[in-house]
């Protein structure tokens, strides 16, 4: 079992652990535990993606510390070479599939700003490495601020199979919700057809035209500031859940867009906990699990 030595810090998997003494903001702090390093190679780290505040990847230089926190760092430049993530593991993986497990701040696929520093790009390396000729395709997407389990396929053969059977393919897709305020129901169902406006900003409506949203909710935790929720979908629409939490009066903590004035946990309160489904090869059940991120749990007030 791992734990921290002299200097608060261990090394596992390629990184190197600090836990945090007293409140301070992430580059001073880096810069003070690693003071082997330069200011612009620390740097360059937390603009890679090689740093980590608990459960997140964190980018902001001035990103508040608090004592308790643990601080994880990728060993080196040499660990990304040897076949090191950065910001996922993975779960499982066959000929068919690969299943992740993908960290909060992470991209699950390039945008104009960000091509390299993606769930999508660093598993097609991975494959690569076994044949130039492997591939990976997206099946679905999790935003850059959710964490938890994802779901590749490695032929366009698979891929498309997923996608045009997920109905009836995918048995459970369950996340877990930390959200703003006292949900006074114990467990409820929304539902509203979705559209996008011209700012790409999801909005519920009842009647019309839009995309048939069904999003089932269950109380797990909860005191007089937060509510911890199990969330079902029946279906996969864009923002789903963020936009019903926000319907619902508890927008999900951290999330400014759809109306969150908190963010105590330093990142979205958005978890993947459980995927399941047939496997599209063998037809197998097959069920995956990403704990909870120990940051969403609520303590009694």
């Known amino acids: 079992m791992s734990h921290f030595g002299k200097n608060g810090n261990v090394e596992r998997n390629h990184a190197v652990k600090f836990e945090v003494k007293e409140h301070g903001e992430l580059l001073p702090f880096l810069l003070q535990q690693m003071n082997n390093?330069?200011?612009?190679?620390?740097?360059?780290?937390?603009?890679?993606?090689?740093?980590?505040?608990?459960?997140h990847i964190e980018t902001k230089h001035n990103y508040p510390l608090l004592p308790g926190q643990i601080v994880s760092v990728l060993k080196?430049?040499?660990?990304?070479?040897?076949?090191?993530?950065?910001?996922?593991?993975?779960?499982?993986?066959?000929?068919?599939?690969?299943?992740?497990n993908k960290d909060a701040g992470l991209l699950s696929m390039a945008t104009e700003k960000e091509k390299r520093r993606t769930a999508y790009h660093q598993l097609m390396d991975h494959v690569k490495r076994e044949n130039p000729r492997n591939r990976v395709f997206i099946v679905h997407r999790l935003d850059k601020e959710t964490s938890g389990v994802m779901?590749?396929?490695?032929s366009e053969k698979v891929k498309r199979k997923l996608q045009e059977s997920w109905k009836i393919l995918v048995k459970e897709r369950t996340y877990v919700a930390?959200?703003?305020g006292k949900?006074?129901?114990?467990e409820g169902t929304i539902k509203s057809r979705l559209k996008e406006s011209k700012t790409h900003k999801m909005y519920s409506i009842q009647d019309g035209e839009g995309q048939l949203a069904i999003t089932h909710y269950r109380r797990i935790q909860a005191n007089s500031l937060f509510s911890l929720l199990e969330v079902k979908l029946d279906t996969g629409r864009k923002n789903q859940i963020r936009v019903h939490m926000s319907d619902l009066g508890?927008?999900?903590?951290?999330?400014k867009k759809?109306?969150?004035?908190?963010?105590?946990?330093g990142r979205l309160g958005l978890h993947a906990k459980v995927l399941?489904?047939?496997?599209?090869?063998?037809?197998?059940?097959?069920?995956?699990?990403?704990d909870v991120p120990k940051s969403f749990l609520i303590k009694s007030k």
């Open 37 to 55: 390093r330069s200011r612009n190679s620390i740097k360059s780290m937390l603009t890679r993606g090689q740093v980590k505040v608990d459960d």
């Open 76 to 100: 080196n430049k040499a660990a990304i070479q040897e076949n090191t993530f950065i910001g996922l593991n993975i779960l499982y993986e066959d000929e068919a599939i690969i299943i992740i």
């Open 151 to 154: 779901m590749f396929a490695k």
């Open 178 to 180: 930390l959200v703003e």
């Open 183 to 186: 949900v006074n129901q114990t």
């Open 250 to 255: 508890h927008p999900i903590v951290g999330d």
């Open 258 to 265: 759809y109306g969150a004035k908190s963010n105590d946990i």
């Open 276 to 290: 399941s489904f047939l496997h599209p090869v063998t037809g197998q059940l097959m069920l995956f699990r990403a």
